[in-house]
């Protein structure tokens, strides 16, 4: 109460006298209803006991899960940690190379898609691009990611390019990949490109920029470490993916592990397992940590000078002729300040 | 000199945002166009270049019809109208000098543009506009690592790089602090007269108005209603275009002795 007075102008006082002092109470906001959390609740539960009745899962199951757990576990440590001989240090370097086979998979098909991605990203961007422009190219990509990189490889790339690993089967899993590559990054690109600040782009049109040059200058200077992050996000997917599409014949390590299933050998099998989760670890550690650089830049040791202002008189150091001049793009110019230089 | 002739605004949403303006603002003037928000400002701002497309009445700038149906002309008139903004706009993850630069967009073929290869008399004129006000040692600093008094200095640079006949400065000051306010009204003004610049700018401090423009145009609604030189602009006039009276709001605290009878005024709310 003393505050309300205090803050209300000396002619104003009488105005704001409450009538009847209010209870303490009545201050306190009334408890909102749970009902709608509650009924959720019991919705997800009635869904999921459903979901297991309907398709007659056999829960019965699970209680002997540890038991072959254990049992196949064995048998994997043992192809794992035996001493490797002529044929077992074979075995390794095999599921190393057909490993990088599958790498190298989903680098070219992140590739294609980055390269399509880009351009297609602007078009379906509503601020970017004419209504007809935009809902066509969103059409195209939305079925483009209706259908998943599986159905790519076996109905259109693996018939094209021919199975197996090693030439066909490699390039009909890095295509399979890129397109469905395109469907999705261009979709994270299109709505990058939507959240940019509009301001730097009405300056830019307020300047007499054309639609291309207010792109080059105003907008992917915005984006472009975004955009970074999602093609090299989209790299991981793809190895986890391209080792899929191996089982299918797209060659890499799901070819060889498809091999090794079929003959049930069970230390071959582990010993391609770990090298498919120490090098899909290390490769993600890595995108991860250039993800971390581009976007957030190199933490404490950022090279500009302290933001401070000086009354207008140009300081020491730097003129005009110092150094180049910097007309680089913006993607090595964003990966340099994250390297603080 | 730029004419208004019977401007209206009307927003797609219905919202009138001028409704028949009339005015002439001559060759080389320093204008503050004062009111309360929503008043019309910053509409008033935009349609000279078109950001904001006027619905009917005629507007001249130099000797052009402003035609905001055509975009071509559109940007021809913007390359001699710059503007400045409240947050400054810049690209800030781009160098000083290549935000300079993006004021010689409309002058710039655009594979040169794309391409970052920028003419050298152009790089020279982004120079020479940094120089002018003061931070050409930042050139090849990125934006963001500058403080907010020095990023709209580069946002002035950029406009001077434009070369224009007219500045625009929609509320340029009102996110800075009072001495860095001062210093960059100071910089407008000197280059409004140094290269006889038109200058239009928005403002909500009545003082600043006072203490840098030669003309005051005060909004209510959508209207001019008032239009004069500054020692017309007196406490009551203005009291009349903001239908309130003047309170400390209206003035910005400063270091320097500009603030005259508006202090009184707001001493007496």
Known sequence: MSNRGTNAGPGSASRTEPRFAPDALDRRPVKPSKLGYNVGMLVVGIIFIAAIYGTGMDVRALVDLPASIIQYGQLMAQGVFQVPDETVAGYWTQSFAAMFESVAIAWVGTMVGALFSLPLGFMAARNMSPLPVYVVVRFILSVIRAVPEIIFAIAIMLPLFGFGSGGGGALAGAMALGISSIGTLSKLISEAIEAVDGGPLESSRASGSNHLQLIRWAVLPQVMPEVIAIWLYRFEVNIRASAILGVLGAGGIGSLLSTVFGARDWDRIGIVLVVIIVVTMLVDQISAFIRHRVIHGAGVRSGGGEPHDDDGAPGPGAGPEAGTTVEDDPAPKSARAAAGL | ?269
């Not at chain 2, 349609?47 to 009445?57: A, K, Q, R």
């Not at chain 2, 001077?160 to 210093?183: F, N, R, W």
């Not at chain 2, 009276?245 to 202090?263: F, H, K, M, N, R």
């Open chain 2, 1 to 269: 000199m730029i004419t208004f002739e019977n401007i209206d605004v009307v927003y797609p949403n219905g919202f009138k945002g001028l409704s028949n303006v009339n005015l002439q603002i001559n060759k080389g003037e320093f204008v503050a166009i004062v009111g309360l928000s929503g008043a019309g400002k910053s509409t008033l701002i935009r349609t000279i270049n078109g950001l904001v497309p006027f619905t009917s009445g005629t507007l001249t700038v130099g000797d052009d019809v402003v035609d905001p149906r055509s975009k071509a002309k559109l940007r021809r008139l913007r390359s001699r109208v710059g503007m400045i903004f409240q947050s400054f706009n810049l690209v800030t993850r781009i160098s000083v000098l290549n935000n300079v630069l993006v004021g010689r967009s409309a002058e710039t073929p655009t594979w040169r543009s794309l391409l970052g290869w920028y003419r050298a008399e152009d790089k020279e004129l982004a120079f020479q506009s940094l120089e002018r006000v003061g931070i050409v040692d930042k050139a090849y600093m990125r934006a963001s690592s500058l403080s907010g008094g020095q990023q709209q200095r580069v946002a002035i640079a950029r406009v001077l790089a434009q070369d224009p006949e007219v500045i625009l400065a929609d509320e340029p000051v009102a996110s800075l602090d009072p001495p860095t306010a001062h210093k960059v009204m100071r910089d407008l003004r000197r280059i409004q007269q140094e290269l006889g610049i038109t200058t239009i700018v928005n403002m909500h401090h009545l003082d600043l108005a006072r203490s840098y423009a030669d003309r005051i145009i005060g909004m209510r609604a959508g209207e001019v209603v008032f239009d004069g030189p500054v020692e017309e602009a007196t406490d009551a006039i203005i009291e009349e275009v903001y239908q309130r009276s003047l309170t400390a709001e209206d003035i910005v605290a400063s270091d320097s002795a500009t603030q005259g009878t508006v202090t009184s005024a707001a001493a007496q709310d």
